[in-house]
């Protein structure tokens, strides 16, 4: 048995506000596996798309404020959201290959940087650091049954470069991790395609297309329900699930999990422990007809 | 006029080329860019043709146009190019040259949004999604924009009213002043 695991960890702005049951679950499943979980104090927004959209210095330094920040804490980072976890981890990248911004962002934090602290996506820490036997030898529910399309998006796996979490066109890492909590998968077309969160606020009817399509296709492939590892992919898929409906006159139903959700699930949390209450789809009938709950 | 790579603005390829650490020049149109972009349709010029609008030297309808404000940064085109072009990157690079004219585009409302999600973290810190979504439906005038979503996010306890405090408040402000700062001394761009 290896030695206990520990991460300092960033939620990101949504996790406080609209997207509080990926929070809960997350906190919540890691204490469940025994995974050691402590807040960075103080962290700050990482400028998400806005800040690189119009100003990449601004973006690197905030991003590079709540790296330093983050080593106050031991362990590597978890993040939980895709765009956070994105941004930090290029702003790592952007910072060791070009001398020029490194020294403005200094300047900028007024501090000396260090970018050798890792970040890690809550994906990989259950399926990498913690690793896929360990996971499944602590399922005591298997989620039996439960079709899910794994919806990955933007973020998490593009560019190239970074983040290196899987591979950029056909990643695997959130199928093996509902595989090994006995859950079935589908193969669908649209699961990185984007979503549009960026507009969610400016350009509504973008998203409204955009994540029809996304909708819609996971319906086709016969799944019972999509899981994501974004509370921004979340906001659009679940939130405005009922609007697309309206606007598309059709029938989705399709509830939509965060992964820590499902994995919790399967660990044996209660419906409370893992906030399946704040989902706009009420997942409840889908989960009793499974009889998972 | 005949527009053509002779008319290419060297100089303004050099500044998009410096902000996003790619090359504007190594594009040779293969399209595959705009073929897996998800948000082409919704731009006038798709993003190979903003490539070769910079390339031609037809950067000003660039800026003036909506497509830079209608890229997801999503980091589709990126991920293909065969020829390495980060062109993210670029979008990135050309909306803040229009950002910082204090924009020419006609693309208003995604300019808004991003504007305030800035103030937001300069004032509070953090992001409070009620407080952008409700200061932004003033500012754009649609007043009743996803009303109907509030009371249902409000009752599953989705909505934060408050902001919290957050010690980090003025080094976040001195990070914004120190680069303005840098930005005035011409120091960085």
């Known amino acids: ?293 | 006029m005949i527009i053509s790579q002779s008319t290419m603005d060297v100089d303004f390829v050099r500044k998009v080329e410096a902000l996003s650490g790619t090359s504007v020049r190594r594009c040779f149109q293969c399209g595959k860019c705009s073929a897996g972009c998800p948000m082409a349709t919704f731009m006038e010029h798709p993003p190979n043709r903003v490539v070769r609008l910079l390339q031609l030297g037809q950067w000003q309808r660039i800026l003036a146009g909506r497509s830079i404000w209608y890229c997801a940064s999503c980091e589709t085109c990126s991920t293909r190019c065969p020829n390495k072009v980060h062109l993210a990157s670029i979008m990135d690079a050309l909306r803040k040259l229009s950002w910082d004219a204090e924009g020419p585009s006609k693309e208003s409302y995604v300019q808004l949004a991003n504007k305030l999600f800035l103030q937001n973290i300069r004032t509070y810190g953090r992001q409070y999604e009620m407080r952008l979504a409700a200061v932004f439906n003033v500012k754009s005038g649609q007043f009743l924009k996803d009303l109907m979503l509030g009371p249902k996010l409000i009752s599953k306890g989705k909505l934060k009213m408050f902001h919290s405090k957050n010690k980090n408040m003025p080094e976040i402000e001195k990070i914004f002043t120190r680069i303005e700062e840098m930005r005035k001394k011409g120091e960085a761009l």
């Not at chain 1, 199928?175 to 507009?199: I, Q």
Request: with cysteine; net charge negative.
């Open chain 1, 1 to 293: 048995m290896k030695d206990k695991l520990n991460y300092s960890y960033y939620p990101g702005c949504s996790l406080h506000a609209s997207a509080g049951e990926y929070d809960l679950s997350t906190r919540e499943l890691f204490k469940r596996l025994s995974i050691g979980l402590t807040e960075v104090p103080d962290w700050f927004c990482c400028g998400a798309t806005p800040a690189h959209n119009v100003d990449e210095l601004l973006s690197l330094s905030l991003c590079a404020k709540n790296l330093e920040l983050a080593e106050q804490v031991e362990g590597d980072l978890a993040v939980a959201c895709a765009a956070c976890f994105s941004r930090l981890k290029t702003t790592q990248h952007v910072l060791a290959e070009s001398d020029v911004k490194r020294k403005q962002v200094e300047k900028a934090i007024d501090a000396p940087l260090k970018l050798d602290g890792k970040v890690k996506h809550l994906l990989e820490i259950l399926a990498r650091d913690l690793g896929l036997e360990r996971l499944a030898a602590s399922v005591t529910k298997p989620l039996a049954g439960l079709k899910v399309a794994c919806y990955y998006g933007c973020l998490l796996t593009r560019p190239n470069d970074v983040p290196n979490l899987d591979c950029v066109e056909a990643p695997t890492i959130m199928e093996d991790v509902l595989k090994a909590v006995g859950a079935e998968t589908v193969a669908w077309s649209h699961r990185m395609e984007c979503c549009g969160a960026n507009f969610t606020l400016s350009r509504p009817g973008v998203v409204i297309q955009l994540t029809n399509a996304i909708l819609e296709s996971a319906k086709e492939a016969g799944a019972d329900c999509v899981m994501v590892a974004c509370p921004l992919c979340h906001g659009n898929l679940d939130i405005r699930q009922k609007e697309i409906e309206g606007v598309y006159n059709v029938n989705y139903g399709l509830p939509v999990f965060y992964i820590t959700q499902l994995v919790g699930l399967a660990c044996g949390l209660s419906s409370d422990k893992l906030g399946l209450g704040a989902l706009i789809v009420n997942p409840m009938p889908l989960l009793k007809e499974k009889q998972l709950l």
